[in-house]
């Protein structure tokens, strides 16, 4: 694939009445340089061979790399999953029954491992024969029209089907039964979305600031580089398996916020808005990921690109992994253990011969993102830079929505907004672009009183929760909606005045991200008080969002989850100033 630039020009603004000419510029404040650390490694020259090759259109593992790799690596190299889609192979397996594709171990590994390549996870365990689909959202943003076309596709399957707002900005569908598939792909199409390479060892949904273009006090608008980026991983949703073939998945993001709601430090890539002798550009985090064995923040790659170079940047650091990442234990091939491996000055130095110029500029030191920030909650009514219209972040508990609540957010968003949402990474949906003159009617209307509020209690404003094993095979306990259970009992023995973000996650893969969380509850096996199994969790404690950000640690492991209610408000008052409620109600 050649090399190219791609220019930017001016950020696109909602379609509305403007008011850019009040729009006044701010001096930022500059923040304070971070360096990469001075890692140094020696490297054998031919470590730094590249371990794929191009064959007839598709990136295959050399022979010579083969030993020791991986059973989903094995089911890449018998078949490159991307051709399921580029050469219709799921029109095929969309004809056969569960039965037959049961029988042989080439159909079987189609349903359970190519299929993610389509975004289509097979829920094996608890919902043989159907499947989650994993859509690609850049930037959360997402319209009316899209959003009843999923709705019309989940109310079909009944109470099997359901759709959850991620905490990558997207959608995932339930229920999908694989003879509907083309006909879903070819709908997603018209709508202007896809689901293609969103699963496996492809480059997850670019996140980016979900108020961009209406926050007064954004950095930059993000949706054109979370947008250019998708389309470039994608092809413009037709495949690219140039990147279809990575070590493992992997994640980026764009920063547009002083709020950092996009959690760069969690990303393979995180691009951080900074200027360089008057041009505008980003400083590059690198590494950042979560999993069952470790858990490790984004490092500085000490360099900086101008707006011109985010692809190719991507394209660079993409190639890198691809070409050089380790494809044994799946646990160690995250970009952050070639990382290590290599070293960071190797690792840049891979990823500079890579880019179009052979080189890469070193970081700025014009960070523009303020360190000293209070984040603010975008959830309620705020004003948009646009004179006369506002946002309304609303609260989508644990992320579950319906086909009929899909049905009346888009019905909102088309009455009182400009027929778009934005999804949030804490699994909440913002609406923009309403005008002031509506406000008091769309806060009055029933789904906002009744289910997503916009004011809901410090608690819940702040709870996330992944699947957990009423889908997912992987989880270990429900978490959706114990979460919320949890939360109510809390929320009844003590009285808390700070927002506390409280993940859950159901297995130590972490989806629920919970050591971003102040508090987080990872599922586990765990004893009752006779020594019996029982469903469980481990409590992480200390996880930080920000440009302070840090990960929690653990706190208390193996607790029952019947008895996670006394713990949880024992944590809240010893550690984030809650009041019990007999003492507050007697000081009253």
């Known amino acids: 694939m050649s090399s190219f630039s791609v220019r930017f020009f001016a950020p696109q603004q909602p379609l509305l009445p403007s008011t850019a000419s009040s729009f006044k510029p701010k001096t930022w404040v500059m923040a304070a340089p971070t360096t990469a650390p001075a890692t140094s490694v020696d490297v054998d020259g031919e470590r730094l061979e ?14 010579k790399f083969r030993d020791g790799i991986n059973p989903q690596e094995k089911i890449k190299i018998e078949k490159d999953p991307l051709k399921l889609f580029m050469e219709a192979g799921i029109d095929e397996l969309a004809k056969m029954s569960f039965e037959d594709l049961d029988k042989a171990k080439a159909t079987k590994d189609d349903i359970d491992v190519r299929l993610k390549w389509l975004g289509l996870f097979h829920r094996r365990k608890h919902q043989y024969g159907r499947f989650m689909m994993r859509l690609k959202l850049p930037n959360g ?3 009316s029209a899209q959003t009843r076309y999923l709705a019309s596709v989940i109310r079909k399957y009944g109470k099997e089907g359901c759709a959850d707002v991620t905490t990558r900005q997207n959608w995932q569908i339930r229920g999908v039964v694989l003879p509907d598939v083309p006909e879903i792909l070819k709908g997603l199409d018209e709508v202007g979305l896809t689901s293609l390479q969103s699963g496996m060892d492809n480059v997850r949904n670019p996140v980016g600031n979900p108020l961009a273009g209406i926050d007064p006090e954004e950095i930059v608008d993000t949706r054109p580089y979370t947008n250019l980026l998708s389309q470039f991983i994608t092809a413009n949703s037709r495949g690219n398996p140039a990147f279809a073939n990575l070590p493992r998945k992997w994640n980026v993001c764009v920063v547009g916020s002083h709020d950092l709601y996009e959690h760069p430090h969690i990303n393979d890539l995180a691009y951080m808005p900074a200027t360089k002798n008057g041009r505008f550009g980003f400083n590059l985090l690198v590494g950042g990921f979560f999993s069952a064995k470790r858990c490790d923040e984004a490092i500085p790659l000490d360099a900086w690109v101008s707006a011109d170079d985010v692809i190719p940047l991507c394209k660079a650091v993409l190639e890198a992994y691809r070409d050089l990442g380790y494809r044994g234990n799946r646990q160690k091939t995250r970009m952050m253990w070639l990382i290590d491996e290599l070293g960071i000055e190797v690792f840049r130095s891979e990823v500079a011969k890579r880019m179009p110029q052979k080189e890469l ?4 030191d014009e960070d523009l993102v303020q360190k000293q920030w209070e984040r603010r909650d975008y959830l309620g009514v705020h004003p948009q830079k646009q004179e006369g ?4 972040g609303i609260h989508i508990p644990v992320g579950r929505v319906q086909a009929d609540d899909m049905d009346e957010l888009a ?14 990474v804490e699994q909440n949906i913002i609406i923009p672009n309403v005008e002031n003159s509506k406000l008091e009617a769309l806060l009055n209307e029933p789904l906002l009183k009744d289910r997503f509020s916009p004011q809901p209690s410090i608690l819940m404003k702040g709870l996330v ?7 997912c095979g992987q989880a270990i306990i429900e978490t959706k909606a114990r979460a919320l259970k949890v939360t109510e009992e809390v929320e009844r023995l003590v009285s808390v005045s700070r927002p506390v973000r409280m993940h859950w996650t159901g297995c130590p893969n972490t989806c629920g991200q919970v050591q971003v969380a102040d508090i987080g509850f990872m599922g586990c096996m765990a004893r009752d008080e006779n020594g019996k199994p029982c469903e469980g969790a481990d409590i992480f404690l200390g996880g930080r969002i920000g440009s302070d950000s840090h990960l929690g640690e653990l706190y208390k492991k193996g607790v029952p989850c019947k008895n996670l209610v006394p713990v949880v408000a ?3 008052v010893e550690h984030f100033g809650a009041v019990p409620r007999q003492r507050e109600e007697g000081e009253d």
């Open 465 to 471: 929760a992944c699947t957990g094993n009423q889908f």
């Open 141 to 143: 943003v997402t319209t």
């Open 50 to 63: 590249p371990r794929v090759e191009e064959r007839e259109g598709y990136f295959v593992l050399k022979e």
């Open 570 to 572: 024992d944590i809240l």
């Open 361 to 364: 500029e070193r970081a700025s």
């Open 411 to 424: 019905r909102l968003a088309d009455t009182y907004g400009s027929g778009e949402f934005r999804l949030t």
């Open 389 to 392: 219209f506002s946002y309304i």
